[in-house]
């Protein structure tokens, strides 16, 4: 990771007041690019409550043949959003005879989960 350090601010005719830079260090580019992939795929509402329903299903996988009605999309509506959340490594697929079967990736998950758990100042109260 990349260390980051505060730059003094010049002292003018009204002495700037600047807050203190942060001693962390910054994610690095690929690692930061992989992470925003996973957050554009979770950036629509559909593909949320997907990616919801299936992480608590009974079994841990669900068969698209419930998934349009359970979500209240159509079946073209459905592969396009199981396509993204594919692409971004969140979903596996498996065929079952004429159906597919989709499971959350856990891995995929728990990078997304320990990247938000950032520490930070105190939630402000308001």
């Known amino acids: ?20 830079g942060s001693e962390s260090e910054l994610l ?44 209240g999309i159509t079946q073209p509506t459905l592969s396009f959003h199981t396509g993204k959340l594919r692409r971004a490594g969140l979903l596996e697929r498996e065929r079952r005879g004429r159906w597919v079967h989709y499971t959350v990736r856990p891995e995929t998950v728990e990078r997304l989960r320990a990247f938000l758990e950032l520490t930070g100042p105190p939630a402000r109260q308001g």
Do not use: I, K, N, W
């Open 1 to 20: 990771m990349t260390q980051v350090r505060a730059h003094p601010v010049p002292a003018g005719p009204q002495e700037e007041l600047c807050c203190a």
């Open 28 to 71: 690095p580019r690929e690692q930061a690019e992989d992470l925003a992939g996973l957050f554009r795929a979770l950036a629509d509402p559909t593909r949320v409550r997907l990616l919801q329903y299936l992480a608590g299903s009974q079994s841990g996988t669900a068969c698209a043949c419930h998934l349009p009605d359970a979500l």
